[in-house]
């Protein structure tokens, strides 16, 4: 037993064991667990056995192999960003957090690529990459708060997506530590490295359930020298998708950002005391456009020819156009901060370009079947397929199950996913299934099996 700030906290045979092993700032318990938020999304304390903070793999490899030998379940957490409850902890788990193992350690000028630990925050990489020259293009609105090791167990998407492709595209090699201790070290540096299976897919977007991602080599950009930022207006759906096939075609491959926004997502944002609204809030549609380009003169003569040419065709209604990089926040900020329309159900589907126009009508109308007063905010990355959803009234736990049959319901018959980005964690288990064939899960499940037999790792995540 010891005395924590107050608490008494009863030691387990496991961490003592772990203590052993690391320094005792390296444990949390009692109260300094408690003292932190289960997650972005839930401010309630933290419920976990301690918190362990492994400062070197070599550590993180100690630290499970006392959890595997002992059976003692852990639970992986990064910037506790995640949307879909995978690093939330209950009170007979361990917490592993990789928040000291932080740093950028190397960075590769000519091949173009960072060596970086898994608890570096997303937008001190980006800036530190910046200040050296370079773009890593993965950007998120959670940027302040995610960590790498987060975004490649989600297999993180985001607002550059389009340009640049998912954390899957963005990651060479990586280090990660299995469930019995084993390290497995697959830094790759290359572009091309063809020598059996790609083990580093393994762990990416596998939700913590199969290794501890500890390091990884990122691919790295040029940083683009100019950038063009318009948010405009649309009258119709056929006109949002219209005027992306252009810049798509038009734009010689820089258009780097689409996103959408349905008329009630913009206009609750803009409501009086929030967001400066930077155009009228009565059009139907809004779409954030943003390319990235290294001349800055004939980008922006051939951005802004492509908008008065939409603008002549009546495809584009109105528009803004982002003069400076206080202008281009403005515009941003519409699209990543939502909180008016918080609490609600948060939903991150995909399906085809052709089918969305059908799934939004068909679940507006089942939303106003269920209540009169429901609201689906819309908005979303409409160029990778990735639809957002917020669902009011939000009524804790009560209305969960009846929301999710109508947002996951509509899709059947659509071809589209329950989760686009966000994963699945422990909130969307049941509906892995609606996604994903009975061949595929079982598969799935012989490699957690196989990999973490005694289902320590983030068990009951992903797949029951
Ligand atoms: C405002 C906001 C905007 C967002 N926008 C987007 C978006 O556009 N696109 C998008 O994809 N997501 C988005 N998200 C969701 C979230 O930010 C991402 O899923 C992010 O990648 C999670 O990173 P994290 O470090 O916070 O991970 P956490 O939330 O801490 O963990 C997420 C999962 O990864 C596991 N994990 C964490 N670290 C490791 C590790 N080192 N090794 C193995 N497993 C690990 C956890 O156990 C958990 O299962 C958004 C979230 C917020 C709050």
Redesign the pocket.
């Known amino acids: 037993m010891s005395l924590d700030s107050g608490f008494i906290v009863v030691m387990s045979k496991v961490i003592e064991l772990i203590q052993a092993q690391l320094s005792n700032e390296a444990v949390l318990l009692g109260a300094d667990v408690t003292a932190r938020a289960t997650?972005?999304?839930d401010p309630s304390p933290t419920q976990a056995l301690a918190i362990v903070r492994p400062e070197t793999t070599e550590q993180v490899s100690a630290v499970l192999k006392i959890c595997h030998d002992q059976d003692q379940a852990v639970?992986?957490?990064?910037?506790?960003?995640?949307?879909v409850e995978?690093?939330v902890a209950g009170p007979d788990d361990i917490v592993i957090s990789?928040e000291r193992m932080n740093q950028i350690e190397v960075v590769d000028e000519l091949d173009n690529t960072a060596v970086v630990q898994?608890?570096a925050i997303l937008q001190k990489v980006q800036e530190e990459l910046d200040d050296k020259g370079f773009l890593f293009p993965l950007d998120?609105?959670?940027r302040g708060?995610?960590?790498i090791?987060?975004?490649?167990?989600?297999n993180?998407?985001?607002?550059n997506v389009l340009r640049y492709g998912m954390m899957r595209n963005l990651v060479l090699g990586l280090e990660?530590v299995l469930a019995d201790g084993t390290i497995v070290s697959s830094m790759n540096q290359m572009l091309k490295n063809n020598t059996g299976y790609d083990l580093k897919q393994l762990?990416i977007g596998s939700?913590?359930t199969l290794?501890?991602?500890?390091r990884a080599v990122l691919r790295l950009y040029p940083l683009p020298s100019s950038r063009q930022t318009v948010l405009f207006a649309a009258n119709s759906f056929a006109a949002v998708t219209t005027v992306l096939q252009r810049m798509n075609a038009e734009l010689a491959g820089t258009l780097s950002a689409y996103e959408v926004m349905w008329n009630n997502y913009y206009k609750d944002v803009t409501a009086e005391g929030f967001h400066r609204p930077p155009l009228e809030r009565n059009h139907p549609f809004y779409v954030l456009a943003e390319a990235e380009g290294v001349d800055s003169e004939s980008d922006i003569e051939r951005f802004e020819r492509m908008l008065a040419s939409a603008m002549e065709q009546g495809t584009i209604v109105d528009a803004v156009i982002a003069r400076s990089e206080a202008d281009r926040q403005a515009l941003w900020i519409v699209r990543?901060e939502f909180e008016p329309l918080l609490p609600a159900y948060l939903y991150d589907i995909s399906l085809p370009k052709r089918h969305m126009e059908v799934y939004v009508e068909k679940l507006t109308q089942q939303l106003a079947d269920w209540r009169d007063d429901s609201v689906g905010y819309i908005f979303g990355?409409i160029a990778d397929g990735n639809l957002h959803i917020f669902v009011t009234p939000y009524d804790e736990g009560s209305h969960h199950d009846t929301v999710d049959k109508i947002v996951y319901g509509c899709l059947a018959g659509l071809s589209g996913s329950v989760s686009a980005?966000?994963?699945i964690?422990k909130e969307k288990l049941q509906w892995l299934s609606s996604s994903r064939s009975q061949s595929e899960i079982d598969l799935m499940r012989q490699l957690k099996n196989m990999i973490d037999p005694k289902n320590i790792l983030?068990s009951g995540?992903v797949i029951s």
Request: proline share 0%; glycine share 28%.
């Open positions: 997650s972005y999304w639970v992986l957490a990064g910037g506790l960003t995640g949307v995978g690093a990789l898994a608890g998120l609105g959670a708060s995610c960590t090791g987060g975004n490649i167990a989600t993180a998407g985001g607002v990660a762990f939700e913590g290794g501890v991602v500890t990543e990355h980005e966000h994963g964690g983030n995540k």
